[in-house]
């Protein structure tokens, strides 16, 4: 089955960085919709980044544009966020998403919670000031 395996949070200060990875099996990794959310109590999950894994889709929440960077490595089926520059105000429960049946032109489109259907864990990041 489906698993998404997240790791690479933990406590920074801010203005440093940190890199997620998201360690994906049970599925042709090279053809899906993939994600980065970030939640915290009391709100709904927010979408950080979207890639196609295929290629043609990637891109991010007009507010992390520039601090944020999603890549992938398909040999390794691994997603990555790579985040710089990190803010209090990044803390958060981190994500990741994937969908079987979004196409590329869906995939670009997808920004909610309701759009993926297999989840990870979530990786805890905390920035303090």
């Known amino acids: 089955q489906v698993q998404l395996v997240e790791s690479g949070g933990g406590s920074v200060q801010a203005g440093r ?3 997620l990875s998201c360690a994906a099996s049970g ?5 899906y919709c993939m994600a980065w ?3 915290t109590p009391g709100k709904e999950r927010e979408s950080v980044a979207i890639i196609y894994t295929g290629g043609g889709v990637l891109d991010y929440a007009n507010s992390l544009k520039g601090r944020f960077t999603i890549s992938q490595d398909n040999a390794k089926n691994t ?3 790579q ?3 990190l803010k209090p105000e990044d803390t958060a429960m981190y994500y990741c998403a994937a969908d079987s049946f979004l196409s590329p032109a869906l995939c670009s489109l997808a920004r909610k919670e ?3 259907n297999y989840w990870g864990q979530g990786t805890q990041v905390t920035v303090s000031s």
């Open 83 to 85: 985040m710089n520059s």
């Open 17 to 19: 960085s940190l890199r």
């Open 114 to 116: 309701k759009h993926f």
């Open 37 to 39: 959310f970030r939640q």
């Open 27 to 31: 599925f042709t990794y090279s053809s």
């Open 79 to 81: 997603l990555y966020l």
